[in-house]
């Protein structure tokens, strides 16, 4: 008996353990759903504010052979997709790419047109801290990235002598921003060599 007395807190800790578990599962479980729809949601609003005369977009895919040179190239994308109107006419490509930042992923959705110029850039900095790291997915910062050159690559700078100004007291998310940006550059210029974008 005064065995059994010794080992009870642990049971009803155990059973405590297991059905918080359990609970914590069935949350998940009921909560997944709404939340996939919603990030769905969001990413469909982020390409319909690059393209707002976009009707469909058309996921891009990739050969595992395509994904290991690109990613070899330190050019990995999350995401590509063809803007295409209402007639089926091309628009532009929208490209998700990430680089680290300075307390996460700066994540970094990028619109261009079929000849490769800019067109709008957005940027997620979710990890970052709000008036320093943050500040990068402000359109101030965002916005520099339509001046980049077709093919080119974005130039961080803290001063003068670059193509895109980096935000004060923020220079490594602003790179991180920068080096997603030229990832999504590049495999727009690879994909496009490839066959695999481009044509209407």
């Given at each position: 008996?005064?065995?059994?007395k010794?080992?009870?807190?642990?049971?009803?800790?155990?059973?405590?353990?297991?059905?918080?578990?359990?609970?914590?599962?069935?949350?998940?479980?009921?909560?997944?759903?709404?939340?996939?729809?919603?990030?769905e949601?969001?990413?469909l609003?982020r390409?319909?504010?690059?393209?707002?005369?976009?009707?469909?977009?058309?996921?891009?895919?990739?050969?595992d052979?395509?994904?290991?040179?690109?990613?070899?190239?330190?050019?990995?994308?999350d995401?590509?997709?063809?803007?295409?109107?209402?007639?089926?006419n091309?628009?532009?490509?929208?490209?998700?790419?990430?680089?680290?930042?300075?307390?996460?992923?700066?994540?970094?959705t990028?619109?261009?047109?079929?000849?490769?110029?800019?067109?709008?850039v957005?940027?997620?900095?979710?990890?970052?801290?709000?008036?320093?790291?943050?500040?990068?997915?402000?359109?101030?910062?965002?916005?520099?990235?339509?001046?980049?050159?077709?093919?080119?690559?974005?130039?961080?700078?803290?001063?003068?002598?670059?193509?895109?100004l980096?935000?004060?007291?923020?220079?490594?998310?602003?790179?991180?921003a920068?080096?997603a940006?030229?990832?999504?550059?590049d495999?727009?210029?690879?994909?496009?060599?490839?066959?695999?974008?481009?044509?209407?």
């Open positions: 008996m005064s065995k059994f010794t080992i009870l807190p642990a049971l009803i800790l155990g059973a405590i353990c297991l059905i918080c578990a359990l609970l914590l599962a069935a949350t998940n479980e009921l909560t997944k759903g709404a939340i996939l729809e919603q990030e949601a969001a990413s609003e390409k319909q504010a690059l393209f707002p005369d976009g009707d469909t977009f058309v996921k891009v895919e990739l050969t052979e395509m994904s290991e040179e690109m990613k070899s190239g330190g050019f990995a994308v995401d590509i997709h063809e803007a295409l109107d209402a007639s089926g091309l628009l532009g490509y929208v490209v998700i790419t990430r680089s680290f930042g300075y307390a996460g992923d700066v994540i970094v990028s619109g261009f047109a079929p000849d490769g110029s800019v067109v709008r957005f940027a997620t900095a979710e990890n970052d801290t709000p008036k320093l790291g943050k500040e990068v997915e402000k359109d101030a910062f965002l916005s520099q990235f339509t001046s980049v050159e077709a093919g080119e690559h974005a130039v961080i700078s803290g001063g003068s002598g670059g193509s895109v980096a935000v004060s007291g923020a220079t490594i998310s602003s790179k991180a920068g080096s940006f030229n990832a999504a550059v495999a727009v210029i690879y994909l496009q060599e490839e066959g695999v974008i481009g044509h209407e």
